[in-house]
């Protein structure tokens, strides 16, 4: 029970901090979320994102500051084996399955609904 309590604090603050950037700052939402990717993958290449999904679990892998920890992750596993262009390489395969649903169910949605514009 403890875990979950965690994982709603520590994904509750990601998401207030990113709503006082929207509010507080005036950030589009491309600028907010392009920002939290960016300090997703800096605190990952720091190697302090992996204690924060230690200790909060989804808390910290459901926040779209995750995606920014897992672009770095893969690009560093890929450098270690495969060199300089490992970083490409590496960056496409840990992400690839989130690109794709999100761009097939971006599809099927727009098949769906009707646009507003």
Known sequence: MEKFL??????GIICVIGQLML??????PAHTT??????GAILG???LYEPLVKFAGAGATVPISSFGNSLVKGALK????????????GI???TSAGISAA???SF???LIFKSKG
């Open 78 to 89: 890929e450098y270690e084996s495969s060199g300089i262009i490992g970083v490409l390489t």
């Open 6 to 11: 965690w994982a709603f604090i520590v994904g």
């Open 34 to 39: 392009s920002t939290l990717v960016v300090v």
């Open 23 to 28: 509010d507080g700052l005036k950030l589009t």
């Open 45 to 47: 290449g720091l190697g």
């Open 103 to 105: 761009i097939i169910f």
């Open 92 to 94: 496409f395969q840990i």
């Open 108 to 110: 099927m949605g727009a």
